[in-house]
């Protein structure tokens, strides 16, 4: 522990200097005392003797000097001293500081926000107890993930060896009434051991038992932190308290805390999970999502090997459902991140090249200040100041623009950081954990001072070489210049190649972009309005209830004012959900692999569903009032399902049937264009629409009882707002309404991310650009002015001013050539990380290449050609005269 | 005298390169420092002293032959003390004059037997190449 006392007394030596130096002077005096009275005692005549001991020490204020080396701050000291010189010498050139520093400040702010949305969604582990042991686990069958069966996930739960827990979730969605408006919430079903199994403990209250699961106990609930907050006041007491879930009573047992949610649209409430006799020994109903805790000391891949052997088992035992089917595991941190991964890094990629150009930029603006300071420094250099003494000094004034910088820096990402969680999209898990936090903070702190470092050693290394003679003759033109200068070109020159990477990969997200814009929707978006409501199984209980209550609402709606036309329907348009179901088409065999099994999305529309989308029946009927629930089954289907399994025969007058409760078959009657449902980007799935009046009690309850209310109005479709409400609420003023968009927002909805991710990154490349534009700039206007001479000589010996201006854009346009080459070949080998991001673009698409090539030329060009005008201006008798030509 | 120094060390026009650039150590450092650290460790092992006391004593003990000079001195105590091997203390001396009084640690008597034995053997390692030849 020696050195720690040590440090200690250099720190001493460096906060109490003044005490130290007063106790060394007033030690060395009392020396002197005493050798006095020694002399005197030696018979000396006290005059005399105090000569004698003075004589004997020496110089005093050497040897203090000399103590003071020992109990001093030591490099401390020296430290302290360069900052305070390199703020004292900062503050003399305050534009060149304000400069600087905002730069450094604008490529660590926006490097610090960019890192605390990485960190808040990629890097943190999950806010769990012992997060490392919590497993996703699915089934997976060819290369797809999918859910677990019911029978599935009891045999996995029973036999995992590796597992602690293997908890199951099913989503679910509510109607909350009581207590203000009636409301639609995001709720899951989840088993008693769920909570356990994540590892997180209830803030309030407890979670589920085993016992809350059978069918005749209390019926109880969770609650989620938001939920409880936003529609329950955070009542303190509630625990205890019932509220109404599906027009049920429900007793609140327990409040978990805010962690639990990772997704802001994720569930709000819980119920326990409760499996119904149906549910229980459906086979092929993969609808369950499982979680997994692993026993201390098991590897995930323990846990795969394990649920792997038990999936094998189990094609034996239920091979028509379960053959191919194996298990697969992985960190639940990664399933959670997968998602925003790739995104999150190459935006954290993007300004990161945007760190670099300021840090190129400030690196420009240190090299021409110290060939301004040129004279100081050799001044120094003569006195006796070693190199590194200089360099030293030059890096520690580096140091404060950068740790200034750095600070305004974290005040700008503490902004922009609020900004990114209100533009990202919502459903990224854990976006609103997004903050500047400790780790953050300290990752400024270091990226200023990696930035320091990056700008500030080339210049501070040139600069701490100066020809000495030349100093001493006030020259100006050295051979270091040159170098100074071949420096500077070279920052130029990397600044332009990075510029151009950044604007490449904002060029091919716009490309993107565009192409998504430009996507064929398959139907009229124009005018329509969306909006879903959900029915209660106490009051409507029969097929027969629920169709009646979805029929006449449609009429009712159709016939409001400024409707044009009506439907319902169980999914819309790019609202990007829906479930398959497996189909079996008549006369064919039924194929040897699971897999093969025809599989399709599953519609159910009310008659005018596709007049209401603008959608023509290509061929064959559309529905129609006939269509009742004892007529004949009828079925129409798009023409991706046609294509897939009708792919040499007409689907017309064929007849197949759905794994649900119905005894005969269904028959097409209609085929329809391709719709897109799922998104812009998504490939569009075999669909099957099938009349509502035909829709089974099986099948609502697989829909919840849900359905989409879809209206065509004459003006602007938020404005048939209200009357939809009022026409639901005239048949029952229980019923919530909720996601209410046009189809005009759920269109910009669905290329939501791609606007976001082009607006960051498009953003980066313009500051990237500006950056380098204004770097390419000083270092032209530095050049014309450290070869003003020279130019003045040329203009006096009769150069002609538009040879002087072609000389200097030649100079600029080779730089700006070696940039944009350089960077064409960064762009080229980096775009291609790029690849999930795009939509039919290529990463290496040509066109975005030649026309980011040809933008970043002309305002490299633009950025030469200012200060080569001002060459062609040089007067040439001032340039002769002054000496220094700057 | 205070002012003095103070300007060397703060306010001087060109202020970079004196406190660290100063020689303080002479060559052959290592040898001649540790040396001086186990004279001044014996020294002090007989009692606490003063500075000036710990010079007059290893002028006694080593019968005038060796003498130590002030401005190695002061240094070598202040790393001795930042080693722990000695504690000091402002004091008065037996005439009633103020003096910083240097005592041996636990520690520093320790390091002293360490070094005494090490030195030994170096002397008796010396010796014995002498009669060798």
């Known amino acids: 522990m020696t050195w720690l006392n040590i440090l200690s007394a250099r720190l001493r030596g460096f906060l109490r200097r003044e005490a130290v130096i007063e106790d060394i002077e007033e030690e060395m005096r009392s020396h002197v005392e005493l050798a006095t009275e020694a002399n005197i005692?030696?018979?000396?005549?006290?005059?005399?003797?105090?000569?004698?001991?003075?004589?004997?020490?020496?110089?005093?204020?050497?040897?203090?000097?000399?103590?003071?080396?020992?109990?001093?701050?030591?490099?401390?000291?020296?430290?302290?001293?360069?900052?305070?010189?390199g703020v004292r010498t900062l503050s003399k050139n305050p534009g060149f500081a304000a400069v600087a520093i905002l730069t450094v400040a604008l490529g660590t702010g926006a490097t610090s926000a960019i890192f605390s949305f990485v960190y808040a969604v990629v890097l943190r582990p999950l806010p769990y107890h012992e997060p490392e042991r919590v497993l996703s686990v699915v089934a997976h069958r060819n290369g797809r993930d999918m859910g677990l069966t019911a029978p599935d996930y009891l045999d996995w739960r029973a036999n995992a060896k590796s597992l602690e827990q293997l908890a199951a979730t099913a989503g679910a969605t509510v109607n909350l009434t009581g207590r203000g408006e009636p409301e639609r919430v995001v709720a899951a079903r989840v088993s008693a051991n769920y909570f356990e199994a994540l590892g997180v403990s209830p803030a309030v209250g407890r979670g589920f038992l085993w016992t809350d699961e059978p069918d005749g106990a209390p019926r109880v609930v969770v609650l989620g932190d938001g939920l409880w907050r936003r529609r329950l006041d955070a009542d303190p007491r509630i625990v205890g308290q019932t509220i109404a879930i599906n027009g049920e009573p429900h007793t609140v047992v327990g409040n978990m805390p805010p962690q639990l949610s990772l997704r802001s649209t994720g569930a709000q409430l819980w119920l326990p999970l409760n499996l119904t006799p149906r549910e229980l020994q459906a086979t092929g109903a993969r609808f369950l999502g499982a979680i997994g805790r692993m026993r201390p000391g098991i590897t995930p891949a323990q846990a795969q090997a394990d649920l792997a052997g038990i999936a094998k088992g189990l094609e034996k035992v239920r091979p028509q459902s379960n053959v191919n089917v194996t298990a697969r595991v992985r960190s639940l941190h990664e399933s959670v991140v997968a998602q925003v991964r790739d995104s999150a890094f190459i935006l954290f990629g993007a300004v990161s090249f945007v760190l670099l150009i300021a840090c190129a930029n400030v690196a420009n603006l240190l090299l021409a200040r110290a060939t301004r300071r040129r004279h100081e420094i050799g001044v120094r250099a003569v006195l006796g100041a070693s190199r590194p003494r200089i360099a030293r000094q030059l890096l520690t004034e580096s140091a404060v623009i950068g740790l200034v910088g750095g600070a305004v820096g974290l005040a700008l990402a503490y902004w922009s950081a609020g900004i990114l969680k209100g533009i990202l999209p919502q459903d990224i898990p854990r976006l609103q954990q997004t903050r500047v936090n400790a780790i953050v903070f300290g990752f400024t702190f270091a990226v200023s001072l990696l930035a320091s470092v990056l700008f500030g050693v080339a210049p501070a290394l040139k600069a701490s070489r100066p020809d000495l003679q030349q100093v001493l003759r006030e020259e100006s033109r050295s051979s270091g210049s040159v170098r100074r200068r071949r420096l500077?070109?070279?920052?130029?020159?990397?600044?332009?190649?990075?510029a151009l990477v950044l604007l490449v990969a904002a060029g091919l997200l716009l490309r993107s972009f565009v192409r998504l814009q430009q996507v064929d929707l398959g139907f009229n978006p124009a005018n329509l309005l969306t909006v879903r409501m959900a029915l209660p199984e106490a009051r409507y209980g029969t097929a027969a209830q629920v169709a009646t209550f979805y029929q006449e609402l449609a009429e009712r709606v159709r016939r409001e004012p400024g409707v044009t036309t009506a439907a319902v329907a169980s999914h819309a348009p790019l609202a990007g959900n829906g479930f398959s179901i497996s189909m079996s088409i008549e006369g064919r065999p039924q194929p040897a692999r699971v897999e093969d099994q025809p599989m399709v999305f599953l519609r159910f529309v009310s008659s005018d569903y596709f007049p209401t989308l603008g959608v023509r029946v290509a061929r064959g009927r559309d529905f129609n009032s006939a269509d009742r629930p004892n007529a004949p089954t009828v079925a129409i289907v798009n023409e991706t399902a046609a294509r897939r399994y009708w792919p040499d025969a007409d689907p017309l007058r064929s007849r197949f049937r759905l794994d649900d409760d119905r005894e005969a078959g269904v028959e097409v009657v209609g085929l329809v264009p391709d719709v897109k449902h799922f998104g812009l980007a998504q490939s569009t799935e075999p669909e099957v629409f099938v009349p509502l009046p035909q829709a089974t009690l099986m099948h609502w309850q697989w829909l919840q009882r849900?359905?989409?209310?879809?209206?065509?109005?004459?003006?602007?479709?938020?404005?048939?707002?209200?009357?939809?409400?009022?026409?639901?609420?005239?048949?029952?003023?229980?019923?919530?309404?909720?996601?209410?968009?046009?189809?005009?927002?759920?269109?910009?909805?669905?290329?939501?991310?791609?606007?976001?991710?082009?607006?960051?990154?498009?953003?980066?490349?313009a500051i990237a650009v500006i950056l380098a534009a204004i770097g390419v700039y000083g270092v032209m206007a530095f050049m014309v002015g450290e070869r003003s001479r020279e130019i003045g000589i040329r203009l006096a010996l009769g150069a002609n001013p538009r040879d002087v201006l072609r000389m200097i854009l030649r100079d600029g346009a080779w730089l700006t050539a070696v940039g944009v080459f350089i960077g064409l070949i960064g762009a080229f080998v980096l775009t291609r990380m790029m690849q999930a991001l795009l939509f039919e673009t290529p990463p290496t698409d040509p066109v975005t290449f030649a026309a980011v090539a040809a933008v970043i030329a002309l305002v490299a060009m633009l950025a030469c050609f200012v200060p080569a005008r001002r060459a062609t201006r040089v007067d040439p008798l001032s340039a002769l005269r002054s000496a220094s030509g700057i | 005298m205070p002012n003095q120094f103070r300007r060397q060390g703060r306010d001087a026009a060109v202020p970079l390169w004196n406190l660290s650039e100063a020689p303080v150590t002479p060559p052959k450092a290592d040898l001649l420092q540790g040396t001086l650290d186990m004279l001044i460790l014996k020294a002090l092992s007989l009692g606490p002293l003063h500075g000036y006391g710990v010079?007059?004593?290893?002028?006694?003990?080593?019968?005038?032959?060796?003498?130590?000079?002030?401005?190695?001195?002061?240094?070598?105590?202040?790393?001795?003390?930042?080693?722990?091997?000695?504690?000091?203390?402002?004091?008065?001396?037996?005439?009633?004059?103020?003096?910083?009084?240097?005592?041996?640690?636990?520690?520093?008597?320790?390091?002293?037997?360490?070094?005494?034995?090490?030195?030994?053997?170096?002397?008796?390692?010396?010796?014995?190449?002498?009669?060798?030849?």
């Open chain 1, 41 to 85: 005692c030696r018979g000396m005549r006290p005059d005399d003797a105090r000569h004698a001991a003075m004589k004997s020490f020496g110089n005093l204020s050497r040897m203090s000097e000399l103590a003071y080396e020992v109990r001093g701050g030591g490099m401390l000291e020296a430290l302290w001293q360069d900052l305070r010189f």
């Open chain 1, 488 to 498: 500077s070109r070279t920052i130029a020159t990397a600044e332009i190649a990075l």
């Open chain 1, 706 to 765: 849900s359905m989409i209310v879809l209206a065509r109005t004459s003006g602007e479709p938020e404005a048939a707002a209200g009357v939809i409400r009022h026409a639901v609420w005239t048949l029952d003023d229980q019923l919530p309404l909720y996601n209410l968009r046009s189809m005009g927002q759920l269109r910009a909805d669905s290329s939501g991310d791609e606007r976001i991710g082009l607006a960051l990154v498009g953003t980066f490349a």
């Open chain 2, 55 to 133: 010079i007059q004593r290893i002028r006694q003990m080593s019968e005038e032959l060796l003498s130590v000079e002030q401005g190695a001195l002061y240094p070598a105590l202040y790393r001795i003390e930042q080693k722990g091997w000695v504690s000091s203390k402002w004091d008065v001396n037996e005439t009633g004059r103020k003096a910083k009084f240097y005592r041996l640690t636990t520690k520093g008597r320790k390091q002293l037997a360490i070094e005494e034995a090490s030195w030994d053997l170096l002397a008796l390692a010396i010796a014995k190449m002498r009669q060798s030849t």
